[in-house]
């Protein structure tokens, strides 16, 4: 089955039209989100964080769908865990994780 090709442009104009009208009422409402309570604040600062990590740790613990703790990629995980947590740069701990899942994936198979 076929769309018009007018149907695929209005879906794409409204697509694009809700993407702007959510976006844009973040900015509208900068004035009220900047009175947030300190816990609130507090808390909103982490989801950066905690977003990461629930993206990055089921490729690191069940890479191929069982757990693999031992495996090259858990052990990278460790390795640039800690290179974050001594250095506090993400630039050296993507670059020595990278490293570290290379070199161990090369040794340990």
Known sequence: MTWPSTTTW???LVA???TYALRAS?????DRLAALPTDVRE????????????LTLPALLRPDGAW????PR???????????????????????GLGA????????G
């Open 26 to 30: 973040f900015l509208a409402m900068a």
């Open 10 to 12: 209005v879906i794409v």
């Open 16 to 18: 694009g039209l809700g």
């Open 68 to 71: 693999a703790l031992l495996g």
């Open 43 to 54: 808390l909103l600062r982490m989801v950066p964080a905690a977003t990461m990590a629930a």
């Open 74 to 96: 858990a052990l990278a995980g460790v390795v640039a865990g800690l290179v974050a947590w001594r250095t506090g740069s993400v630039l050296a701990t993507v670059i020595v």
């Open 101 to 108: 899942v290379m070199a161990l994936q090369v040794l340990l």
